[in-house]
């Protein structure tokens, strides 16, 4: 190898070795899922919405891909939310404007004290072995069919109602698939942070009773409208998107280019209690909602 060869070769790789570092400091092991949940009323009305979530150690995203049929979602395809566990911020970004808010989730109200509880009363239920499911984001699947009869008593921040669970579901499970870390780190990124406490009940959400992981599901369940008639309410909910990886810092940070507008130093000054009763008045209306919309009594 001659001498001029060889020097320009650690010319080379002088130069590229910064780059290189660089690059491998602004990643940062983490996870990437996208979940597609589609909702049929049985009525004629459909509606759908894809969320990707990013988790890594202590930063979380996530982020509104799609939406559609949904009449409050006010141009929301494209927003994403940031939880930054360093300085329990949370920061909305608004590419369609581009600018973004940035709030303090320890200055927010206890939502750990408004969260949604469930409750079911489950009187029977049949799993049926429907065999080998077809392969879904590289993964094998095995199919079952699991039908409930019974009820839940579903309560938030004083509405509480009673609905049926009698219906089916059809899941796809994934036996070399593990969801339960990335869906955890997840919820941790709100735990103390904004008030939501992450327990037995919590957990237990995650649980199938299958080794593996639901990556497709597809529940039936009926419910009686306002006029008496019985309607299916199929809803559809599929990964279509699933990675562990390295992924860019800038993923969770806010574009230089966009208008940031911190909200923490206002959020100080407004009076007590004053959050608190919104919050409480906008979670007892989903509350309500939610029991509407589930034919719930």
Known sequence: MSSSFR???????????PSAIL??????????YTMNITTDSGAGHRSSMAMR?????????MEVVQVSGLADANGAEGMYNILNDADTTMTMVMPAQRMATVTSLAGLPDIG???LTMKEHVTSRNVADLGAGETILGHPTHRYRITTAGTVDITIMGQSCTQ???????V????????????????????GAGGVLLDDQSESTLKMPFKGAALRTISRKTRVDESGKTLTVTTTTEYVELEHRQLDASLFA???????????????TLPAGMLDSAMAAGVGHTGDAICKAAGGN
């Open 164 to 170: 049926r669970l009698d219906g089916t579901s059809d």
């Open 23 to 32: 690059s491998a400091q602004n990643r940062v092991d983490g996870w990437t």
């Open 113 to 115: 004290k408004m969260r």
């Open 172 to 191: 796809w499970i994934a036996p070399d698939v593990d969801l339960a870390a990335p869906m955890l780190a997840a919820l941790k990124h709100f735990n």
């Open 7 to 17: 020097a320009a070769s650690t010319v080379a790789v002088l130069l590229i070795a």
């Open 254 to 268: 806010v574009p230089s280019d966009y208008h940031t507008m911190d909200m923490r130093a206002m959020m100080k």
């Open 53 to 61: 979530h990013q988790v890594t150690a202590n930063r979380y995203r």
